[in-house]
């Protein structure tokens, strides 16, 4: 079993900072794709960035030079750092890995259990 635990979410005001963490664990062989999506109320999930293995990155149009994606390979984290946020950044906020679990042929899709994000003054 792999679980992926999400941390930093909160409430900050327009403009500020937050950086969202995410920790990947169990009977993992290999993460490949990490990344984070957001879902705000009566909107659909969507992904917000994105990181391979090997580092290449790839973002949502609405957070480009806002947001950045970094991934530590040997500790199975995936990191999202915020600035510059905005109202419409509000959203809960979730961490998804694709990867080789142990005992599995082909790669799993994992999600974590989402943290919220509010931006508002």
């Known amino acids: 079993q792999v679980q992926l635990v999400e941390s930093g979410g909160g409430l900050v005001q327009p403009g500020g900072s937050l950086m969202l963490s995410c920790a990947a664990s169990?009977?993992?062989?290999?993460?490949?794709?990490m990344g984070w999506y957001r879902q705000a109320p009566g909107k659909q999930r969507e992904l917000v960035a994105a990181?391979?293995?090997?580092?290449?990155?790839n973002y949502a149009d609405s957070v480009k030079d806002r947001f950045t994606v970094s991934r530590d390979n040997g500790k199975n984290t995936v990191n999202l750092q915020m600035q510059s946020l905005k109202p419409e950044d509000t959203a809960v906020y979730y961490c998804?890995?694709?990867?080789?679990?142990?005992?599995?042929?082909?790669?799993?899709?994992?999600w974590g259990q989402g943290t919220q994000v509010t931006v508002s003054s």
């Open positions: 998804n890995a694709k990867l080789v679990e142990l005992g599995y042929a082909g790669l799993r899709n994992y």
């Open positions: 169990g009977s993992i062989v290999r993460i490949n794709d």
């Open positions: 990181i391979s293995r090997s580092g290449i990155t």
